[in-house]
């Protein structure tokens, strides 16, 4: 690999996610459920998710694909850890919250029951989303190293991801926005239908994945020079 700031395509991906569901939704479909199901299963959500872009993979190329390949867990190890970072992340922004509850409530008895907590919470919310974004966007593609590059180790894929993401931050929250609120559509207007709407999100995901991958993917042959033909 050779890993760079990719040329984010976000409504290339969009369309062809839309695409991907128009040509197989059943199969799609099926294996939406099926990554529910794997992420009912303590610890295996992200696993779930990262077989089930292997899944699309598959049908986006037209290769025979099976449900029953979500669960395989030969990526168990480092979808765990990375569930593991992610917990205990989330932990250690919300501590200072926790912490701080407290001692609102005593400024807010101190001042006749006025203004402490909303002083100190909405600043600090604030910035507990800046921090989570921003970590959670410039680990976007660490998912489609794991999954479609097989690289093991987290610190390693974090790297690589952070440089994929470099100049592409906004674009990147603009399509995760964009995507989520298409794919929650089916919430909004009926509950039930989110089963038919937010599979698309991943396709959009799986889309944007590939051609980041291709991007950074070495040519060799470029590199050397086109061999003489004998």
Not at 42 to 61: A, D, I, T, V, W
Not at 92 to 118: E, K, Q
Not at 141 to 148: Q, V
Not at 152 to 174: C, E, G, P, Q, R
Request: with cysteine.
């Amino acid at each position: 690999m050779n890993p760079q700031s990719v040329n984010f395509k976000l409504s290339d991906y969009l369309s062809k996610g839309f695409e991907l569901l128009k040509k197989d939704f059943g199969g799609v479909l099926t294996g939406f459920l099926v990554c529910f199901v794997m992420s009912i299963i303590p610890f295996c959500g992200y696993l779930g998710m990262g077989n089930f872009y292997k899944y699309l993979r598959k049908k986006s190329k037209g290769l025979p694909a099976s449900p029953g390949e979500i669960f395989n867990f030969d990526d168990f190890m480092p979808y765990f850890i990375l569930q593991l970072i992610v917990l205990g992340g989330v932990i250690v922004l919300y501590l200072p919250l926790a912490l701080m509850m407290p001692a609102a409530a005593y400024i807010s008895a101190d001042n006749g029951g006025g203004g402490g907590l909303p002083f100190l919470f909405f600043p600090y919310m604030l910035v507990f989303y800046v921090v989570l974004f921003y970590f959670v966007l410039k680990g976007f593609y660490i998912p489609a190293l794991i999954s479609f590059k097989g690289i093991k180790d987290i610190k390693t894929a974090w790297n690589i991801s952070t440089v994929m993401t470099k100049n592409n931050l906004l674009n990147i929250f603009l399509f995760s926005l964009v995507a989520s609120i298409l794919g929650s559509l089916g919430a909004i207007l009926c509950g039930i239908g989110i089963i038919l709407t937010l599979p698309f999100t991943y396709a959009a995901n799986y889309f944007a994945y590939e051609d980041a991958l291709q991007q950074i993917d070495k040519d060799e042959i470029a590199e050397i020079g086109t061999p003489e033909t004998f």
